[in-house]
């Protein structure tokens, strides 16, 4: 595991964290010792905590809090993710006294957007990158406010497989009935309980998905949108605009200036 800190100031720190992976096995409980917000940039892991566990991937990250214990394995391979810790005063300034739950965060499109500018603007810390911050936490705070509340168990684990069937683009996930199929339920079953589950219809999920890849090919400086709409599985341009318009509040275009070098 290597570490690159991005910034840091007496208020917070934002650090660049990449694991090569190859671990699928858990490792031993690893105490927090700061408030701490953890985004996933590329890849996934899976994560226990002491009342839920979770696959940690670009639409799902997690809080966490000085005394939490968590469990991590690296099934899949590596990962990349963006730790930004807060100190005890800035955290409380910041929240409104918010309570301390470590808690998983819905990473929606508006969140990783964020996530990508405050990246961008860590040579300022004293204002840029202190008013991403704060942007960046009210929206992560949003995204926990109503927990999912999904059944846990064989659910849970249902859609976790189905998760990281679209994360892996396996052929299967294609479509809804032969991912049902691959894993062993009917599509009925799958659609309610991954909604169940997550909070999102598997369909929206998707589209979270195409809308990250879509995110880093506009970053890699990508200017064709008809053909990245073909790339990334949209039927036209105009379907890549809906969706990310509806993702990011935000066309293409619009994103696109908003990541150039």
Known sequence: ????????????SVVSVRCAGGHSGWSPPEPADQHQVVLVRSGRFR???EAWGSVIEPATGYLQHPGDEMRYAHPAGGDACTAVSFAPHFWNEATDGHPAAALPV??????????????????DASFALA????GLLTEVLRQTAVPVRGSGGRGRALADQAR?????????????????????????????VFRRETGVTLSRYRNRLRVTRALDRLEEGADDLAALAAELGFSDQAHLTRTMRAELGRTPAAVRRLLAP
């Open 106 to 123: 819905r990473v929606d499109g508006r969140i990783e957007l964020a996530h990508r500018g405050l990246l961008r603007s860590s040579a």
């Open 1 to 12: 595991m290597s570490r690159t800190v991005v910034a840091e100031s007496p208020e917070f």
């Open 47 to 49: 994560l226990r905590a």
């Open 164 to 192: 990281e069937a679209l994360l892996a683009d396996h052929p299967a996930a294609a479509g809804l009935v032969p991912l049902a199929r691959l894993l062993g339920v009917t599509p009925s079953h799958l659609s309610r």
């Open 131 to 134: 008013e991403h911050l704060v």
